[in-house]
């Protein structure tokens, strides 16, 4: 069992965490400091808080060894955050990043996730954050959000759970993306 302390969540904070947590090299620590890096970027060219920052970087903890208990990762996540003492705004970034809604109702979990976790006052944040998520790959690069999904579904067959409720989340996801992307050409 791993000891949880109260740390430092800001973007610092939140990296160090995460190479405590992950494997050197391992695919998971690559894609959340991708994500982190991509939504540094958003947050300079929207003029977002760093709170979409330190989120991106701890949107994945809930794949980490001591942060594991439901299978649905953010809610895993959030609730390992709110150990750290996280604030509620990073909690709920956390807990429903990328429509988690819809994979938390398919391992009926979603009533343990609205009750335990608000959605994010800010849902632009959430947006960003989801599109950070899903223009990064599992190596942490930048890719199209058709890359990102040929990813995912390469990496969870067709029947499995995550892949049939990342089909059922596909058209809002896409259409966040594409908002976002419309906004950054602005900038």
């Known amino acids: ?56 970087y701890l949107h994945d903890v809930g794949y980490a060894a001591p942060a594991c208990d439901t299978g649905l990762h953010q809610l895993d996540g959030a609730r390992y955050l709110r150990l750290l003492g996280a604030p509620d705004d990073l909690t709920s970034l956390v807990a429903h990043h990328t429509e988690a809604i819809v994979e938390a109702a398919a391992r009926g979990l979603d009533a343990q996730l ?24 599992s190596q942490g690069k930048p890719v199209t959000v058709d890359e990102r999904f040929g990813c995912i579904y390469d990496r969870y067959p067709p029947g499995h759970l995550v892949s049939r409720s990342m089909r059922r989340a596909e058209p809002h996801l896409r259409r966040v993306v594409s908002a976002v992307e419309e906004r950054l050409k602005l900038t």
């Not at 890096?37 to 947050?43: I, S």
Request: proline share 8%; net charge negative.
């Open 1 to 56: 069992m791993y000891e949880i302390t109260p740390r430092e969540l800001e973007p610092a904070g939140a990296q160090a965490l995460l190479t405590e947590l992950f494997e050197p090299g391992a695919d998971r620590l690559a894609h959340s400091l991708g994500v982190g890096q991509r939504a540094e970027y958003v947050a300079k060219a929207l003029d977002r808080p760093g709170l979409l920052v330190s989120a991106a």
């Open 114 to 137: 609205r009750g335990e976790f608000a959605p994010p006052s800010d849902s632009e944040l959430l947006d960003l954050l989801t599109y950070c998520d899903m223009t990064t790959s």
